[in-house]
């Protein structure tokens, strides 16, 4: 105790020493300072690493609502997705509705097809350790089926017919991911891509879906954005080159410590004729926004939905030797007109930053145009037809679509929280996947001419009632039309792949409706352009 008090004066007595001598103690070693006596004094055991990374966090957060810091884990997990691949087995699976693992599709020549694992199959166990039935999470389940390239997991399969469990040997291997949701044709000249993310191998997938639609006829193009968070700003540059002529200012960045950076076409793109619509809604941001306010500000497509999320901040990544990582904002993004991407925040306020969406909906933004009121100051005219864009945060839509909210009653999501929908499209499946496959053997037939029948609707409002969700008559017709689009939707993605789904859901999606049909109505497309 003597020992400890004698430390604690000789600390007091040594400040005290530096300040009378003039001494500046600099905010890095006021923090050093900081951290050596926590980690000498505390009353209980300190874990050094852990109060250093909470001090990174906290510094960071006064700072902008987008600079931040992950552990080494974090790092991995938030960059995988958009490199482009990782080391698995190959399937894509549901199992947050069933508790059990259900394959809903094999990716094409991997590990898991090639040994002879179906869709519908349900993986019960993972190297002896049983992963049906035991409420375990998607990310643990990820974790024992992911790992090195070249090794082995053990799994037991049930399928469907088969009284016992299979066993399986797999090999994991390299596994894409894809950026690609859907691209097919809308209409006979039409055609529709859907990007989810802009990752490292976003611009070839998208090369290749373009020169599959030109095959079939495709003279316009309508790209989808909704909800796409963003990802690589290279990955938006390189599509954003395909509508753009040599020298088209893409974006550029405005900094006070960092040089300032634009991107311009490289060369004339391949898509310059050509009607091009943009979808978008309050979730499209970042690399979104980009490609957007590029398309918009050079009058080269017509953006519909509503305004855009607002991320406008550019994060540069700083990684320690651990593998953990800052990804610090050093600049802003601007559209090429001038318009600054990002919407206002106070320093320091993520509560309010992350409450935008909510107060975007109360104040009727969502619903209504004429709910949005924008001064003069944030006015700003496009490169080519001279007609007036608006800055103020995200990119202010050319033909606004209001959220459409009437179908989403209580009953209907009460049905969405407990999976019924789900649960009932695989188990159809599991009983009618042969006949469905000769029936409609592509995905087109099966879109045109799959009915969700009456009786299909009453066992789902059956096994509803079974799960304690009481029938309301008034609020099932205001949803069934939707109910039975997401019911014909999963089976079409787990009888075809994953773009069936949306070809199908797209049918209600009011931002693609008016896409569509504003796509092919050249007159009021040109006015809207300023043509």
Not at 145 to 164: C, E, F, M, S
Not at 288 to 315: N, P
Not at 373 to 397: A, C, E, N, Q, W
Request: glycine share 8%; net charge negative; charged share 25%.
């Amino acid at each position: 105790m003597k020992k400890s008090l004698y430390l604690i004066i000789s600390l007091l007595g040594v400040a005290f020493t530096l300040k009378a001598a003039g001494f500046e103690l600099t905010a890095d070693r006021k923090l050093q300072y900081a951290e050596g006596i926590i980690s000498t004094y505390y009353v209980d055991d300190v874990n050094r690493d852990t109060i250093v990374d909470e001090a990174i966090k906290a510094m960071l957060k006064t700072l902008d609502p987008h600079s931040l810091y992950t552990s080494p884990e974090e790092t991995r997990e938030f960059t995988e997705p958009l490199t482009g691949n990782f080391s698995g087995i190959g399937i894509q699976f549901n199992i947050a509705t069933t508790d059990t693992l259900y394959v809903i599709q094999t990716i094409a020549g991997g590990p898991s097809e090639k040994v002879g694992i179906l869709p519908g199959d349900r993986i019960i166990e993972v190297n002896d350790t049983l992963i049906a039935g035991v409420k375990m999470k998607n990310s643990e389940v990820m974790k024992r089926l992911r790992g090195p390239k070249g090794t082995t997991v053990n799994v037991k399969v049930l399928r469907h017919g088969v009284d016992k469990l299979i066993d399986f040997s797999i090999t994991r291997d390299d596994i894409p991911i894809y950026s690609i949701d859907a691209a097919y044709m809308a209409d006979p000249e039409t055609g529709y891509i859907r990007i989810s993310q802009f990752a490292e191998k976003t611009p070839k997938e998208f090369d290749e879906a373009l020169d599959k639609l030109r095959k079939q006829g495709m003279k316009n193009l309508i790209i989808d954005l909704q909800d796409n968070g963003g990802g690589y700003l290279n990955a938006a540059t390189e599509l954003a080159n395909h509508f753009l002529k040599k020298g088209d200012l893409i974006v550029y960045t405005e900094a006070l410590r960092t040089p300032s950076f634009s991107h311009k076409a490289e060369k004339d793109g391949d898509f310059t004729k050509g009607r091009v619509v943009v979808l978008v809604n309050n979730y499209s941001a970042s690399a979104s926004e980009i490609l957007s306010g590029a398309l918009q500000d050079h009058d080269r497509g017509v953006i519909v939905g509503r305004r855009t999320f607002g991320k406008g901040l550019v994060q540069r990544p700083f990684p320690f030797p651990d593998g953990s990582m800052i990804r610090l904002t050093i600049s802003r993004y601007h559209t090429p007109s001038g318009r600054c991407i990002q919407k206002p925040y106070t320093k320091g306020d993520l509560d309010d930053y992350h409450s935008d969406m909510k107060h975007r909906f109360e104040s009727g933004e969502l619903m209504h145009s004429d709910s949005i009121h924008l001064p003069d100051s944030l006015k700003f005219i496009t490169l080519k037809t001279h007609r007036p864009v608006y800055g103020g945060g995200g990119i202010m839509p050319d033909k606004f679509v209001p959220l459409d909210t009437m179908w989403y009653t209580p009953y209907y999501r009460d049905v969405l929280a407990k999976g019924i929908i789900y649960k009932w499209a695989l188990s159809y499946m599991d009983a009618h996947r042969g006949e469905l496959s000769a029936t409609y053997p592509t995905e087109v037939e099966f879109a045109e001419k799959f009915e969700v029948s009456p009786e299909i609707m009453q066992q789902v409002i059956d096994r509803a009632t079974d799960e304690g969700i009481t029938y309301d008559e008034e609020q099932y017709a205001k949803s069934s039309t939707y109910m039975k689009s997401l019911l014909k939707a999963l089976l079409a993605r787990d009888l075809f792949e994953n773009g069936s789904y949306f070809r199908i859901m797209n049918e209600l999606n009011p931002i693609y409706v008016e896409g569509l049909r504003l796509i092919n109505q050249p007159k009021e497309y040109n006015e809207l352009l300023n043509r």
